[in-house]
C-alpha cells in the first residue's frame, strides 16, 4: 500500500519492508559477529510496545544464545514525545550480573534510552549495548551511545513496523511517514 490512513491522520509509504529486512540484516551480522564467542547467555531486552516485530526479526537471525527479556517504557502522547518517560510495566526477569543488549524500535531524543540505562544499572547490568532499528539524529537532545543502528532517518512521525499512532499502526510490514499534505 502507498498510503494508509490512521484516524485522523493520513500516512504515505516512507520504509518498504524489503529495506528494512536489508538493514535487520546488517544489525544481526553485526550482532552476531560480536556475541559468536561469548561465554556468558546475554539479555535481548525488548522494549515495548514498539519493538516486538524489530525484535522477533533480530531473534530470527542471531546465531547465540540469548535470554528474551522485557520492559514497557512510554513516552508519546499522539505524534510528539511528552519528554517524561513513564515505566508502565518492570523487567520479566533478573538482569543482575548480566550483559544486556536494549533493543529498541527507535531512538529520538534519547531520554529513554537514558532512562534505560539507569534502570538496567540499577537492577545490576553488567554492561548495557544499545540496538535500534531506525534514529533520528536530529531529534537528539541527550548524547547517547548507540551500539547498534539498522538505519538513520529524518526527524519525521511514522508509524508502521511496530511503531504506532495513538496504539494503532503497528501491524504494518512497512512505514509510513505522516502525509502533511
Same mark, same amino acid.
Do not use: W
Given at each position: ?14 520504509? &518498504? ?9 546488517? @544489525?544481526?551480522?553485526?550482532?552476531? $559477529? ?7 547467555? &546475554? ?19 542471531? $546465531? ?72 533520528? &539524529? ?15 532517518? &529524518? $526527524?519525521?512521525?511514522? @508509524? ?10 503497528? $501491524? ?10
Amino acid at each position: 500500500m502507498d498510503k494508509i490512513q490512521i484516524l485522523d491522520k493520513k500516512f504515505k509509504l516512507f520504509i &518498504p519492508y524489503e529495506k528494512l529486512d536489508a538493514a535487520i540484516d546488517k @544489525v544481526a551480522s553485526e550482532l552476531n $559477529n560480536d556475541f559468536k564467542e561469548c561465554d556468558d547467555v &546475554p539479555v535481548m531486552l525488548c522494549v515495548l510496545n514498539g519493538s516486538i516485530m524489530f525484535m522477533s526479526e533480530l531473534m530470527k537471525r542471531v $546465531n547465540f544464545d540469548c535470554q528474551l527479556i522485557s520492559i514497557k517504557l512510554s513516552s508519546y502522547e499522539g505524534t510528539q514525545t511528552s519528554g517524561k518517560v513513564k515505566q508502565a510495566m518492570g523487567l520479566t526477569s533478573s538482569i543482575e550480573g548480566r550483559r544486556v543488549i536494549i533493543v529498541e524500535d527507535i531512538v529520538d531524543t534519547g531520554h529513554t534510552i537514558v532512562e534505560l540505562e539507569r534502570i538496567l544499572k540499577e537492577k545490576g547490568a553488567s554492561r548495557t549495548y544499545v540496538c535500534t532499528m531506525l534514529h533520528k &539524529p536530529e531529534a537528539a537532545q541527550v548524547d547517547v551511545k548507540l551500539d547498534y543502528v539498522a538505519m538513520d532517518i &529524518p $526527524n519525521k512521525f511514522i @508509524v508502521g513496523f511496530g511503531l504506532d499512532y495513538n496504539e494503532l499502526g503497528r $501491524n504494518y510490514k512497512d512505514i509510513y511517514v505522516l502525509d502533511e499534505q
